[in-house]
């Protein structure tokens, strides 16, 4: 599914809920948070699901299985001399770490085959081809995160704007000659005080997240060139060995 059109989904989704938990589900004292309260909630709901969503990505890009389990594989495998045997490993882990490698490999066998590509330059096309997998990989491991991270700043603002809503409610209640309008007082800090709580929360929840993921994909993506500079050195030393 295209990225525009799963955002497009969320949010139309994300609102319906919220429209519908508004206006049957929610306590007085949170409804008195006024429309606001329905954009927070929609934000809320869009932040989990991004997370879910990242949650889910990011372990498929892991692939089946032990990944240490899976390298040790693929070095025992090219150490022997296989390297069918390597990619048919890559084939059933199906990670991203995986793809770069299986990428690097199926090369590897075609330049093997090309008496004219000079040995010097086996592992400079190896290498093109890990680099041009890997940044094919790294942005299905970075997606939506910008999403995430926007959606956690909007949130704020939101709040931040529930907050003001409310206070000017509440200093138009004071303003009144006489004693002031105690309801609408107490209905502006309410306002206030629910709007602020409720960026808070989306806010809070996105920013936790989203450094998690990116925390998450910086090691995994060391890891996909530490393995990939492994694998390299091993072909690189059975070039050697050939010669």
Do not use: W
Request: with cysteine.
């Amino acid at each position: 599914m295209k990225q525009g059109l799963f955002a497009t989904i969320v949010i139309i989704v994300a609102l319906a809920i919220s429209i519908y938990v508004y206006y049957n589900l929610l306590p007085d004292y949170i409804v008195k948070g006024g429309p606001l309260v329905i954009l927070l909630l929609t934000l809320s709901i869009m932040v989990f699901t991004y997370v879910f969503e990242r949650i889910f990505s990011l372990r498929k890009a892991q692939g089946k299985g032990s990944m240490t389990k899976f390298l040790k594989d693929v070095e025992d495998s090219l150490n022997n001399g296989d390297i069918d045997a390597a990619i048919e490993a890559c084939n059933k882990q199906r990670g991203s770490m995986a793809n770069v490698i299986r990428n690097g490999l199926e090369r590897y066998k075609e330049v093997v085959k090309d008496s004219k590509i000079g040995a010097e330059k086996y592992m400079a096309e190896v290498q093109r081809a890990i680099e041009e997998a890997t940044m094919l990989e790294t942005p299905l491991l970075e997606k939506n995160l910008i999403v995430l991270s926007t959606i956690s700043s909007i949130s704020t603002m939101v709040g931040l704007l529930g907050t003001v809503i409310g206070m000017i409610r509440a200093f138009r209640a004071l303003a009144h000659a006489g004693a002031p309008d105690a309801i609408q007082l107490s209905v502006g800090i309410s306002e206030a005080l629910i709007n602020t709580a409720g960026g808070l929360i989306a806010a809070i929840t996105g920013i936790i997240f989203y450094n998690y993921f990116v925390n998450k994909v910086d090691n995994f993506t060391y890891m996909i060139d530490e393995a990939t500079s492994s694998i390299v050195q091993i072909l690189n030393a059975r070039q050697m060995n050939v010669k």
